[in-house]
């Protein structure tokens, strides 16, 4: 599967960002698909994650209640709305999938990854 996530750009502390992670190649079809992030200096870090099957979801606590994932079948899409954003929030976002993982908040268990797209949290 091949996956092109876009969304991303420049916006005030308080607002919002929708992000998309499209499969440009296949689909999601029994994937697990994750969101994680890379902000300037640090390591990519979990943000949420839903499985294509059941829509069970899982969020990192430092975006839980301000973050919602979520999966349209029909266009093979995983989204990420972002509200109240913060200047902490500021990454390269990228969307990953996986069929088999021990955890599902490590990157090194995600097999097909997206080239990201960078959002700024102007404060």
């Given amino acids: 599967v091949q996956l092109q996530a876009s969304g991303g750009g420049l916006v005030q502390a308080g607002g919002s960002l929708r992000l998309s992670c499209a499969a440009s190649v296949g689909t999601f079809s029994t994937f697990t698909v994750g969101w994680f992030r890379q902000a300037p200096g640090k390591e990519r870090e979990f943000v949420a994650v839903i499985n294509w099957t059941t829509i069970r979801t ?16 029909a266009k093979s899409t995983v989204y990420l709305q972002m509200n109240s954003l913060k200047p902490e929030d500021t990454a390269i976002y990228y969307c990953a999938a996986t069929k088999y993982y021990t955890r599902e908040d490590y990157a090194n268990e995600y097999h097909y990854w997206g080239q990201g797209t960078l959002v700024t949290v102007s404060s």
């Fill in 58 to 73: 899982y969020y990192a606590d430092s975006v839980k209640g301000r973050f919602t994932i979520s999966s349209n079948n």
